[in-house]
Each structure stands twice: as structure tokens, then as C-alpha cells.
């Protein structure tokens, strides 16, 4: 029944996305927040078909820890329903992302719309100071800021390298870190075309502070937490 249920979020996620992608791109003219509010407007439909179709719901632990002014969300990355499930968790928000997502048609062309900040990962020094110079003004703009430190789907029960661009961003900006936690790759897994029904948790830990800490003592506090938040949250039901 999950593969039945999958295929047709599949089919119709197909004949959904291309004409909302053209019509996002018709958008270009309005003011950088009401493309967002235009492009989220697909993600509520992702999850709501996701909710509906395939079962697929989540729960939210520590929301009360979510700061009043715009932050760095410093997140576990596990599948893609985390890119869609933040949005509807916090405030309008940009991606730190890889410039190469942008040329993905349809997605990526929606994805540009948002207003991201697109890297070339490889560029070393160069990518952190363009990190801190387009966070800074987003950050201006009342956007918070995601970002995937291990730069890539990690499977359940494993950890990735966490890179240090986020903490560097919120050093450099004095902007306050928000460690997330959660298990929704063991639902949806890393390059899994089956979505199992069942409630993901998504924690939400204290706000970090970076006055006075460098990037790689920030870097470490976050996932410190992160990594021992995910396995308490842990429910190992699914391969």
C-alpha cells in the first residue's frame, strides 16, 4: 500500500510542479516576500498530498524555543521532506544551497525564485565570504536562513562531516543558531521512491548564542546536539 501510495504522490507531484514552476516564474516582478509566500504555496501542497496520500504527518518538539527575530537554522538532513517540512515549521526563509539545484527545470527554477544563497562549495574561503555577505542581507530582509551542515542526505544511524558555513555565517553576523533534530529519514529515506505512513518528530533545541565563540566551537556545540537529539528521537522502525 506505501508503494501504491507513493506512486500517485509521484504522478501527481509530476503534473503539479511544471505549471507552478512557470507560473512562479511569472511572479519575478512582485517583492522578494510575496514570491516566497507564491512559491510556498507548493510546499503546502507537497505536504498536504504528503499528509492525505501517503500518510505521512509530523510532530514538533521545542517550539517554544524559536526566537523572535530571524535566525540560522542549523539542521539534520536526512530526505527531502525536511526541505518542505521547515518551511511550514519557521518564518520565511532562504537556503544555503548548491548553485548546481538552480538548474534543475522546473524545481530549480521555482527554487531561484525563493531568493536563495547559491554556493559553489568548492570555492573554499571564497564560498564563507559570500555565505556571510548574502546572509547578512537576507537576514536584513527578515529571511532566517537554512542550512544542511552535512551538505547531503545522510541515512539514519549514520553522521555526515558537518561543514562550517552556517556557524561562520552566524559568527560573523551575530545572528543566534536554531539546532535541529529529526527522524524523517527513516519514513523517507535518502533516494527512497516509497514514503511510509507514520508521525516524524522534528526537535527544536535552544537557541545558540555566538558572542564570543569561534565558528568551530559553535559548529561543535550545535552538533553535539543534533547528533544526540537524533538518536533519542530515533524509532528505528523502518530499513
Known sequence: ?????????????????????????ACFPLPVHQRYQITYGWT????????????????????????????????????????????????PQVWVLKKELLRIP??????????????????????????VEQGRERLKQHFWIVVFPEGTRIPPGSKGKYRIGGAWLAVHTGALVVPVAHNAGEF??????VKYPGTITVSIGQPINPAGL??????????????????????????
Open 106 to 131: 522546473f524545481f530549480g527554477w521555482g527554487l531561484a525564485m525563493t531568493n536563495p544563497i547559491a554556493i559553489d562549495r568548492s570555492a573554499g574561503k571564497a564560498a564563507l565570504e559570500q555565505i
Open 188 to 193: 523517507w529515506g535518502k533516494n527512497s521512491f
Open 44 to 91: 503546502r501542497l507537497m505536504l498536504f498530498m504528503l499528509r492525505t496520500i501517503c500518510g505521512l504527518r509530523y510532530e514538533v518538539l521545542g517550539r517554544e524555543h524559536i526566537p523572535d527575530r530571524p535566525s540560522v537554522i542549523l539542521s539534520k538532513h536526512q530526505s527531502a521532506w525536511e526541505t518542505l517540512a521547515l518551511q511550514q515549521i519557521f518564518p
Open 1 to 25: 500500500m506505501a508503494v501504491l501510495r507513493s506512486l500517485i504522490y509521484t504522478l501527481l507531484q509530476a503534473i503539479i510542479t511544471p505549471p507552478y514552476a512557470l507560473f512562479t516564474l
Open 214 to 239: 569561534e565558528a568551530g566551537e559553535l559548529m561543535a556545540q550545535a552538533e553535539a546536539w543534533i547528533e544526540t537529539e537524533t538518536t533519542r528521537i530515533s524509532q528505528k522502525i523502518h530499513p
